[in-house]
């Protein structure tokens, strides 16, 4: 089969194609042909060694996909051959990786794909999905009816987040930084939107919250905005750290003035019941249709390092696909 296989760490152009063996999959795995696999930034990330997570050398990236179960191995239960799925293997496991025809990945990291949804969209679900379902959930704790800031909401875990937001009940404002990006926040069930690109952004931000501010922030780019956010946010508001790429100076009177919270997530934290209770809540909104995946382009698996730029550049709306 092909796959891409990175032998060192490194730029994008460490990304090569090469003809692997099909995977077996052994003790409690499966084997899923992949017919599109998601890219995430985080994928980038570790492609550089320089990311707490480091894999082994050689291996081939990607714990997002969508596909048919082709092989089960033993004791797993709950699945069979033929089997429409989409693939989430976001914390610890044997996954072989997503970039590739083929992947083996650990039983329960595959969720049925509802047959509304094509193949790319499942691909859009795992790191997305279960990064915007926690940082609402397990760490603001959003209630209805409270404020939500999306800062940076036209990517796969924005709109993510105003989906399901939006469907708890909460009063949400997203931002984006074209117009084609504000009109698919839009689209997608926030009740207001904003240019992050305007220097007065986050003062919209508070007047459309009311005066009073956002009582919670999901933040993107915390390098870049973390401190300017509490302009934007409430007394006793949260602040949940979903991206950051790099460092910024920060003032810890700007969180005791209004006694906010400051919260990181990390999905490879998570443990597994934990995310069986994300997998859970996010398999009940695809298939109520609440959680509705929105892919910005499909390329073929030899452009993987395209991809990779892509994904951390502007102006991409949605996720980005890989083709084998």
């Known amino acids: 089969m092909q796959a891409i296989v990175v ?38 990330y570790v492609r550089t060694g320089t ?46 990786g997503t970039y590739a025809e083929y992947v083996v990945c650990d039983g329960t990291h595959v969720h049925p794909l509802p047959a ?14 279960a990064t915007a379902y926690r940082a609402l959930f397990h760490r603001a704790r959003l ?15 924005g709109l993510a987040a105003v989906q399901l937001a939006a469907a708890h009940g909460a009063v949400v404002i997203g931002s984006a930084g074209t117009e084609q990006g504000r009109a698919l926040v839009r689209s997608q069930g926030a009740h207001h939107v904003v240019d992050h690109r305007a220097p007065d952004h986050l003062d919209q931000v508070l007047a459309l919250a009311g005066g009073r501010g956002a009582d919670v922030i999901i933040e993107m780019l915390a390098n870049e905005h973390l401190e300017r956010d509490f302009t934007a946010l409430a007394p006793f508001g949260r602040i949940v750290i979903v991206g950051s790429r790099g460092t910024l100076p920060f003032s810890p009177r700007l969180a005791m003035g209004k006694e906010a ?19 859970a809540a996010l398999g009940a909104a695809l298939s109520s249709g609440v959680l509705r995946p929105v892919v910005a382009r499909e390329l073929p698996l030899q452009d993987a390092a395209r991809a990779h730029v892509d994904v951390l550049g502007t102006g991409v709306n949605g996720k980005i696909v890989l083709v084998p």
């Not at 094509?118 to 997305?128: D, T």
């Not at 999905?267 to 997998?279: C, S, T």
């Open 143 to 157: 209630a209805p009816g409270e404020r939500v800031f999306v800062h940076g909401a036209s990517g796969s875990v």
């Open 51 to 96: 990311y707490a997570r480091r894999p082994a050398l050689p291996y081939t990236p990607g714990s997002d996909g969508a596909g048919t179960i082709e092989a089960v191995g033993p004791n797993v239960g709950g699945v069979s051959v033929g089997d429409r799925v989409y693939v989430a293997a976001t914390r610890a496991s044997r996954s072989t």
């Open 261 to 279: 919270a400051i919260l990181g997530m990390s999905l490879f934290n998570v443990p597994p019941p934990e995310m069986a209770r994300i997998d």
């Open 7 to 44: 032998r060192e760490f490194g730029g994008p152009e460490v990304l090569r194609v090469e003809d692997v063996p099909v995977p077996v999959p052994g003790e409690g795995e499966v084997r899923v042909r992949i017919a599109a696999a998601g890219v995430n930034p985080v994928d980038a």
């Open 116 to 129: 509304h949804l094509p193949a790319a969209a499942g691909a859009a679900v795992g790191v997305p999905g």
